[in-house]
């Protein structure tokens, strides 16, 4: 079974992991490994501000992906990034669901078009592109 649960500061070091795995920060607006430094500040504000949530999630104990949450003023923007040994088994599109089923807000998602499986996995949670920059493309989903 897999949940979602807030992320405490014992998954500190398991979300740096993945951050800083060469497949992960590939896409990233930063794409390149942050040190233990900026990773502690930006958790630090992840952990005591509302506004800028994570979630786990699990599946039998075991942490397989983080969900972010940033409430900006163009809106709220979701992130999704997935354990790299839990990738490539349709687990991103299960949690993704889970933690945008219930919206009843926006939600925005900046991803590169080179990105498909971030591409395939939000656009099946019924996010819809509304255009790009040129390196990012926005994604955003209504409530349904
Ligand atoms: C992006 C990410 C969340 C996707 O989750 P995932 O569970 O690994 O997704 P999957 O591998 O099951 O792939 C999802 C879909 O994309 C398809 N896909 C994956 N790579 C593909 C490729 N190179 N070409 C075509 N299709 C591809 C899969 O076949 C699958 O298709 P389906 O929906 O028809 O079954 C995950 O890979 C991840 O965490 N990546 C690193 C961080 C990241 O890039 N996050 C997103 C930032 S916007």
């Known amino acids: 079974m897999i949940l979602l649960r807030p992320a405490v500061l014992e998954d500190s070091e398991t979300i740096l992991g993945w951050r800083n795995e060469k497949t992960t ?12 430094r900026t990773h ?16 786990i999630a699990e599946k039998e104990g075991e942490r397989i992906g983080l969900v972010r949450y940033d ?5 709220c923007e979701i992130g999704l990034t997935m354990a790299p040994k839990f990738r490539g088994q349709g ?8 933690a945008t089923i219930n919206a009843e807000i926006p939600l925005n998602a ?22 790009g920059d040129g390196v990012f493309v926005l994604y955003r989903r209504e409530p349904l």
């Not at 630090?44 to 949530?53: E, S």
């Not at 409430?71 to 809106?75: A, I, P, T, V």
């Open 110 to 131: 900046y991803i590169k078009p080179a990105n498909i499986a971030s591409v395939r996995v939000f656009e099946r949670c019924h996010f819809f592109a509304l255009g």
């Open 40 to 55: 502690d500040h930006w958790m630090g504000i992840r952990l005591t501000d509302p506004n800028h949530r994570l979630q």
């Open 71 to 75: 409430e900006r003023d163009e809106g």
């Open 25 to 36: 920060y590939k896409y990233f607006r930063t794409p390149s490994p942050v040190t233990q």
């Open 91 to 98: 687990l991103g599109y299960i949690v993704l669901n889970m």
